[in-house]
């Protein structure tokens, strides 16, 4: 069973809601993506999302443009994203990695390799911004093949139609972008996030997780209520990069610590 799907089985059966953070590989530091992996399973990350650097990442804000930046500036590539999972997975078999990124890198390395690559490090599900679902059967297909999960957003905008085409492939969870615009743009309208939430699931079977706009622990336990799973990114990679620059090497520790408060929060609904 996929990693994904076993720990949504998990959460489920405890009604717990499952927490995603998100991190950039390769930011702030080359050295510090792994550790920081390690420290957000520690503090409690049911998936944890990382970002695969690309030079026009047209669907992130300011913040996560720039750690796409700076990561790439530092020589991070979809091969060294792939390795640095390989390496997370010989001491932690259990906690899912999503790789989140664009179809340019994919193109880049060719879909055969990326997906074989993919499933040979341990990496459990891909979200590729910019593959809709209208054109992503064969991508779809090829993860499937390998136990990957073809994991899709969906925006308060996305159609009936866009959603039912969703459902059809996606599997481990879909990504619900709570605000119009880019990530960590805007304010938060958990009512009508649980409106669309509810829309969403009367036409897709996977768990229905919702990010852009969570900043904190009490944002994350009210979307934490009306969702199956929260993904925090912005926030946490901004505090991270701010993190370093006070101390070179303190991003993990950062991480651990604002993610287990995050936790704690979440789990308090």
Not at 224 to 253: C, P, R, T, W, Y
Request: neutral net charge; charged residues 25%.
């Amino acid at each position: 069973m996929n990693r994904i799907k076993k720990v949504f089985s998990a959460l489920k059966a405890n009604n717990r809601t499952a927490l995603i953070p998100f991190i950039t590989a390769g930011d702030p530091a080359l050295d510090s993506t792994l550790p920081t992996m390690h420290a957000l399973a520690k503090a409690g990350a049911d998936v944890i999302e990382l970002g695969v650097p690309f030079s026009d990442p047209m669907a992130d804000g300011p913040v996560i443009q720039r750690s796409s930046e700076r990561a790439l500036a530092k020589g991070m590539s979809l091969k060294k994203v792939l390795a640095i999972v390989a390496e997370f997975r010989q001491t932690n078999t259990t906690t899912p990695i999503v790789l989140m990124g664009y179809a340019n890198p994919i193109e880049a390395m060719g879909r055969d390799v990326f997906v074989t690559a993919a499933a040979e490090a341990g990496v459990d599900g891909v979200l590729v911004v910019d593959y809709p679902p209208e054109e992503a059967d064969d991508f779809a297909a090829m993860l499937g093949k390998r136990d990957l999960a073809p994991i899709f957003l969906l925006a308060p905008t996305s159609t009936s139609e866009r959603i039912t085409a969703v459902g059809r492939l996606a599997r481990g969870y879909v990504y619900y972008v709570s605000l119009r615009g880019v990530t960590g743009a805007g304010h938060l309208d958990t009512v009508e996030v649980a409106s669309k939430v509810a829309e969403i699931k009367k036409k897709v079977s996977v768990p229905v997780g919702v990010g852009f706009g969570i900043r904190d622990g009490e944002t994350a336990r009210r979307v934490g209520e009306v969702a199956d799973a929260v993904v925090i990114g912005s926030a946490l990679v901004q505090g991270m990069f701010e993190a370093h620059e006070k101390a070179n090497g303190s991003e993990a520790k950062f991480a651990e610590e604002w993610l287990g408060k995050v936790r704690a929060a979440v789990d308090a609904h």
